[in-house]
């Protein structure tokens, strides 16, 4: 049977950040260590090594990532989907919102603590240029507390220059997503005049990133973020989480010398609490709002454990249920079904993107235009062609009928499609009078660049009829 921690769980009326005046408690989160936390290293380094060198890489000539909303162009891995694409875009949405949800409801918030930018920018870069310059929490608490010295003047001026430097610098990564990087070295060396906007979007997310990081912090997890905020409909008493063993910790009582030890193993040292970098208690109870898995209070209090001679794991990565029951994990129906669906999704847009043309081709009749029959007893018709190049390389294309005998004759210029852009033309197809048996008949014209077939399309052929 479970055990009730608090009675009843009032932790779960407020945050600990803001107290009962609705004022902001500030948090001074002790330095982590362990091994948990060196793993979030070097996850956090790879991380942010893909992050700042995306818009950098290239594939096929083109940005790995790009999310350029003001032209409406999306480049994924070197592929550019246009609006006509959006479908596919959709269904990888949807995918990658199912496949978080699934992560969720079997694995609980491994993303929030260790994959997030917002956690890996906070706890990884921030924070550590934070304790570098103002030493571990005591001493930052301490330096916040003391009169205006010339020590507390340089730390604190030293802090910030570099927190507003790195936030300019993510603030250039971020709109080298958006715009590219080429536009982004245009915005550099051609001087401010020459791009306001550029120059103002810059200044804003510069200041935006600058106050998340400065000054908002774990706010964001706990007030703003809405993945963070549904974490009480996701999770359940099967998802692991990082949760404390109070069957094993309970009841909780000091280490006290040349004494009989009654109580649980929680020596009640408040290390876990000090060490979490959204100020809660874990030993309240697993699934807390606040609670972003960093898993900081597995590591402090697997050292505290070592200490104090006794196994390691009071606080681990668990399900609700094995610390009650103490019963295993087990894989249930939800998670089947939401798996199958994810499966589905994923091969659906594999699907899509691996059949994906590269040229979307649109031809229709010119409106208003009849058939014309000439001397040589062939029937034609005018058509309007719009071709999409989603290449980058200009295509020079011809057109030929793949259906019928009979030939195709583009009035005025050839078709060149320009790269990553668009063409239109008119072109005439003339088809044997005898080769048609009816009044309307569906045709099919092949578009090549050089031999090679790139997009059949097919239409409407008006004739006289037999
Ligand atoms: S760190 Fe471990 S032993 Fe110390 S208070 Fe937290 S749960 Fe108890
Ligand atoms: S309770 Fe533990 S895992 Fe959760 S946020 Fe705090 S330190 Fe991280």
Redesign the pocket.
Known sequence: MSTLLTEPETFRDTISTVDKDGKRVWLYPKKPSGKLYQYRKYVSYALLTLLFSGPFMKVNGLPMLLFNIPERKFIFFGMIFWPQDFFILLIGFMAFILFIILFTVVYGRVWCGWVCPQTIFMEMVFRRIEYWIEGDAPKQKALDKAPWTTEKIWKKTAKHTLFVAVSFVIANTFLAYIIGVEELQKIVTDGPAAHTGGLFSLVLFTGVFYGVFARFREQVCTIVCPYGRLQGVMLDKQSLTVA?DYER?EP?GKLRKNQVRTEG?????????QVCPTGID??NGAQQMECINCTA?ID??NS??DLVNKPQG??RIATEESIAEKKPWRFTTRMKSYTFVLVVLIGAFATLLITRSNIDATILRTPGMLYQQTDKGTVTNLYNITLINKTDEELPVTLKLLSNKGTIKVVRNELVLPKQGLTEGVFFAEIPKSDLKTASSQIEIGVYSGDKLIATETTKFLGPGN
């Open positions: 404390y910790g909780r193993d929680c020596i009640d040292c408040h290390q876990c609490v874990i030993r209070c402090i209090c505290i454990m009071l606080i």
